[in-house]
């Protein structure tokens, strides 16, 4: 059988750093020839590969959507060469890439898995080396025809997974969705659906950043704070309430936000808790927040919510059009 092919994006991340006096550093070329030189990624099983690193590379704590785009492009320009994509990326913002990128795919008949390590290859014990291989494996031989992320033997959708995890192996989780596939003894498919190979032509929607600001609420938030938040300009506010998606009942707090929507900004209200969905019709603090013209983000992770807000800013489209999608399952990142 003919082997399979597979474009490798390389952006940085620990995955491919190295060790200076200023702490963890990307370093120029160290990765592509430690892959290339392991004779585990070049074993008859595994499928043929090309590295394309990024100049420069970046810690994803510097990621934007200027690279969410370029990522996106690089993709683009090598669809029809390739049989899957797996891009190297930072654990810090990883779910936000690729959240990004499953809203700015459209037709995707290939699989893009984002992975990359938390100890750098060049270390002891590093977790680079299963991510990577794993990814290769699975965008190969089990193509599911979206953007996920691999981590720690779990292929979660890319716009359901969230960073849980700041210094262990486990650093993904996927709350409100199971795995599409589970890597043990054997490759265990669980939400994810195979697809056939077929050329469909991919659209990539260009995406800009947005004047987008996150509310975290808490005991006793004044008024004040909420209003050096919600400026003129912001264009999406993500609220991020208690529990189902309540907040105090301050009438001061809710005119600011009734105003805000009135004037066209998009509320969009997640839960802080990490499971579960909002619903406003629960309680009378919630109901309030409807009332002022917030909308349910549903049981979203607010990288999906984010990246949303920034790619439907960035098309031509109506006020009304961008509140109905934000309450829409597009890319099967919420769950109506
Ligand atoms: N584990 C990592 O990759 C963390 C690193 N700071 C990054 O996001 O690029």
Redesign the pocket.
Known sequence: MKRKKIYIAYT????G?KQSSRG?V?VAGYLTETVKNNAEFTREEMPLFDIHEYCPL??????SPHHWQQIADDIKSKYDQYDGFVVL??????AYTASALSFMFENLTKPVIVT????PLSQLRSDGQVNLLNAMYLAANYPIAEVSLFFNNQLFRGNRATKAHADGFN?FASPNLSPLAQSGINIQLIEGKLSPYVEQSLQVTPIKSQKIAILYLYPGISVDMVKSVITEDVKGLILLSFGVGNAPQQPEFLEILKSATDKGTVIVNLTQCIQGQVNMGGYATGNALLNCGVLSGYDMTLEACLTKLHYLFSQNLELETVRHLMQDNMRGELTR
Do not use: E, K
């Open positions: 940085g991340g620990t995955i750093m963890y990307p970046i810690d994803s704590s510097d990621m990326h930072g654990t810090d913002t990883m990359g390590s938390q100890i650093a």
